[in-house]
């Protein structure tokens, strides 16, 4: 039983957390990560008006250790929604509070946030939805952990005053006595927010509380596989004193999210997911979308070789931390033959290799399966040059279910001539696949333009890497790029999302962030001016028609 290979696993990570079975961690619990099973599978419920509730349908769930059926999730049907619709249909365009209504909730929500990180500081707690995470979308304790962690300071970061601070406003002078202009920070109101699988505590739980602290009501759907995580932490949010009838959460899948949003007509939605959803969404909703789309990510290798074993270690954790499934996660990697010569492809190899389903550093894939991987992998190997780094083979000896995938962390070196030759072989190479997939290429001083032709021609632009200390290296990368999140310096990554910097694509209008007070602002309000001209008229007025 997976649960079992939990204990073994991560007894050190664990630092003497206490088991949850002789441990408690609040009445508010209803999952146990520990016991899941084909033979005790859980039932999630659907949340509106307030109310739990469950469905007439739903949808049997494998285990992604062991195909196990472990989950039940409500398979809500279209014949279900109205609730849902009109609870979002309920909800004034100027939101549950504004700055000049209902200001109290700002305290309230505030109030909500300091009582969960409480929770969330509790060993216990935090260990409870480290294992929840694991179990749903399997990854190591350390990277399951620090889900929570970031999820935890972000909600540090906006306890008390700090909500009303994010409808911070400004005022500039009329043009004569009794006018004054006064800009504020207005609430959408009715809106919907849609998480993917990877992440699935952080990027709902942080884009549900910025869109709750600008006053709107959130209907939040996350993918179906591992929404049991978001509805529990609503059960703690409900227990820290948050209303449960502020937000709505919907199990099931995406067709009936899109029929409860053609409906209601959400006055904004914030999409995070595939590039192809993302842009069907947009044309269906006429462009009120924030969208963090598809990562196809690039990192450059400077010509300055130095902390090797460092940098060498970043590379792996950036292309095959979690199993590669981050919208972050290094997909293209420019060489510079200076680090071609110093030995890196072998430290890849080496570093690779480590990797094992014992201690979750490899894991299941749940969007890909082990076949289409490796189908990808032996386009690409057709390509004149091309050669296996490492892997592009199938994981053994698991009892991973086939509708997932399985295979070894995976490097394909590709010509950087080829890479350019046609626009076929670009969105060959281009594709990204959201596994622990990497392709890497070389290039020399006389071919920096066409790496930065390559960058430029990628569609998306969410992160990058600069792995230089050489100063005018980096800044003409810098300005040449568009990537909404780069890192740059030997420390440069490409992957984290950690609370204390914007994270968000960057070169397109409807590019969301999350995060930071300014990517609340951004996503969760739009700007409203009120200009008060109280007078008095002028004593000598004269009423001209002009």
């Given at each position: 039983?997976?649960?079992?290979?939990?204990?073994?696993?991560?007894?050190?990570?664990?630092s003497?957390?206490?088991s949850?079975v002789?441990r408690?961690?609040g009445?508010?619990?209803?999952?146990?990560p520990?016991?899941?099973?084909?033979?005790?599978?859980a039932?999630?419920?659907n949340?509106?008006?307030?109310?739990?509730?469950?469905?007439?349908?739903?949808?049997?769930?494998?285990?992604?250790?062991?195909g196990e059926?472990?989950?039940?999730c409500p398979?809500t049907?279209?014949?279900?929604?109205?609730?849902?619709?009109s609870?979002?249909?309920?909800?004034p365009?100027?939101?549950?509070?504004n700055?000049l209504?209902?200001?109290h909730?700002?305290?309230?929500?505030?109030?909500?946030?300091?009582n969960?990180?409480?929770?969330?500081?509790?060993e216990e707690?935090a260990?409870?939805?480290?294992?929840l995470?694991?179990?749903v979308?399997?990854?190591s304790?350390?990277?399951a952990?620090?889900?929570?962690t970031?999820?935890?300071?972000?909600?540090?970061?906006?306890c008390?005053?700090q909500?009303r601070?994010?409808?911070?406003?400004?005022?500039?002078?009329?043009?004569?006595?009794g006018?004054?202009?006064?800009?504020y920070?207005?609430?959408?109101?009715?809106?919907?927010l849609?998480?993917?699988?990877?992440?699935?505590?952080e990027i709902?739980?942080?884009?549900?509380?910025g869109?709750?602290?600008?006053?709107?009501?959130?209907l939040?759907?996350v993918?179906?596989?591992v929404?049991?995580?978001?509805?529990?932490?609503?059960?703690?949010?409900?227990?820290c004193?948050?209303s449960?009838t502020?937000?709505?959460v919907?199990h099931g899948?995406?067709?009936?999210?899109?029929?409860?949003m053609?409906?209601a007509?959400?006055?904004?939605t914030?999409?995070?997911?595939?590039?192809r959803v993302?842009?069907r969404?947009?044309?269906?909703?006429?462009?009120r979308?924030?969208?963090e789309?598809?990562?196809?990510?690039?990192?450059?290798?400077?010509?300055?070789?130095?902390?090797f074993?460092?940098?060498?270690?970043?590379?792996?954790?950036?292309?095959?931390?979690a199993t590669g499934?981050?919208?972050?996660?290094?997909?293209?990697?420019?060489?510079?033959?200076?680090w071609?010569?110093?030995?890196l492809?072998?430290?890849?190899?080496e570093?690779a290799?480590?990797?094992n389903?014992k201690?979750?550093?490899?894991?299941?894939?749940?969007s890909?399966?082990?076949?289409?991987?490796l189908?990808?992998?032996?386009?690409?190997l057709?390509?004149?040059?091309?050669?296996?780094?490492?892997?592009a083979?199938?994981?053994?000896?698991?009892?991973i279910?086939?509708v997932?995938g399985?295979?070894?962390?995976t490097a394909i070196?590709?010509?950087l001539d080829?890479?350019?030759?046609?626009?076929e072989?670009f969105e060959?190479?281009?594709?990204e696949?959201?596994?622990?997939?990497?392709?890497?290429?070389?290039?020399?001083?006389?071919?920096?333009?066409?790496?930065?032709?390559?960058c430029?021609?990628m569609?998306a632009?969410?992160?990058a890497?600069?792995?230089?200390?050489?100063i005018?290296?980096v800044e003409h990368?810098l300005?040449?790029?568009v990537?909404?999140t780069?890192y740059?310096?030997?420390?440069?990554?490409?992957?984290?999302?950690?609370?204390?910097?914007?994270f968000?694509?960057c070169?397109?209008p409807?590019?969301?962030?999350?995060?930071?007070?300014e990517?609340?602002?951004?996503?969760?309000s739009?700007?409203r001016?009120?200009?008060?001209?109280?007078?008095?008229?002028?004593?000598n007025?004269?009423a001209k028609?002009?």
């Amino acid at each position: 039983m997976f649960s079992s290979t939990l204990k073994k696993v991560d007894r050190v990570a664990r630092s003497g957390v206490q088991s949850l079975v002789t441990r408690s961690i609040g009445s508010w619990a209803k999952y146990n990560p520990e016991t899941l099973s084909g033979s005790n599978p859980a039932i999630p419920e659907n949340l509106v008006f307030g109310e739990w509730k469950s469905t007439e349908k739903y949808i049997e769930l494998p285990d992604p250790m062991n195909g196990e059926i472990f989950l039940k999730c409500p398979d809500t049907q279209v014949y279900e929604i109205e609730p849902f619709v009109s609870s979002l249909k309920s909800v004034p365009p100027s939101g549950l509070h504004n700055p000049l209504k209902n200001p109290h909730r700002y305290l309230k929500l505030g109030e909500v946030t300091t009582n969960a990180v409480v929770e969330l500081k509790k060993e216990e707690v935090a260990d409870h939805f480290a294992r929840l995470i694991q179990r749903v979308a399997p990854k190591s304790y350390a990277q399951a952990m620090g889900e929570v962690t970031v999820t935890r300071i972000f909600l540090e970061n906006f306890c008390g005053d700090q909500p009303r601070w994010l409808g911070r406003g400004f005022t500039n002078p009329g043009d004569h006595v009794g006018q004054q202009s006064t800009g504020y920070r207005w609430p959408f109101g009715p809106v919907a927010l849609i998480a993917p699988f990877n992440f699935p505590l952080e990027i709902p739980v942080l884009q549900l509380m910025g869109a709750l602290y600008m006053g709107n009501k959130p209907l939040v759907h996350v993918d179906h596989r591992v929404s049991i995580v978001l509805e529990e932490f609503m059960r703690l949010l409900h227990a820290c004193g948050l209303s449960p009838t502020d937000v709505d959460v919907l199990h099931g899948k995406g067709g009936t999210m899109g029929e409860i949003m053609a409906q209601a007509k959400p006055r904004s939605t914030l999409f995070t997911g595939s590039r192809r959803v993302a842009e069907r969404l947009a044309k269906e909703h006429h462009g009120r979308m924030f969208l963090e789309d598809a990562g196809f990510d690039w990192k450059i290798m400077g010509p300055d070789v130095q902390d090797f074993d460092y940098v060498a270690w970043q590379c792996d954790q950036d292309a095959y931390a979690a199993t590669g499934q981050k919208c972050s996660a290094q997909s293209i990697l420019f060489m510079h033959e200076n680090w071609a010569k110093a030995g890196l492809e072998q430290a890849i190899i080496e570093k690779a290799a480590k990797r094992n389903l014992k201690d979750l550093t490899v894991a299941p894939i749940l969007s890909w399966t082990t076949d289409a991987i490796l189908d990808h992998a032996q386009k690409l190997l057709k390509l004149p040059g091309a050669r296996v780094i490492c892997g592009a083979e199938p994981l053994t000896g698991h009892t991973i279910p086939k509708v997932y995938g399985a295979v070894k962390p995976t490097a394909i070196f590709v010509p950087l001539d080829q890479i350019l030759k046609s626009q076929e072989n670009f969105e060959l190479v281009t594709t990204e696949v959201f596994g622990p997939f990497q392709v890497i290429t070389e290039y020399k001083d006389s071919e920096l333009s066409h790496v930065l032709e390559a960058c430029e021609r990628m569609e998306a632009h969410l992160t990058a890497a600069v792995v230089s200390n050489d100063i005018r290296f980096v800044e003409h990368i810098l300005g040449n790029t568009v990537n909404g999140t780069t890192y740059v310096g030997m420390r440069g990554r490409t992957t984290g999302a950690p609370q204390n910097h914007w994270f968000g694509p960057c070169g397109d209008p409807r590019a969301a962030g999350i995060g930071t007070p300014e990517a609340i602002r951004l996503v969760w309000s739009s700007h409203r001016e009120i200009i008060r001209d109280w007078g008095p008229v002028p004593h000598n007025f004269e009423a001209k028609q002009t």
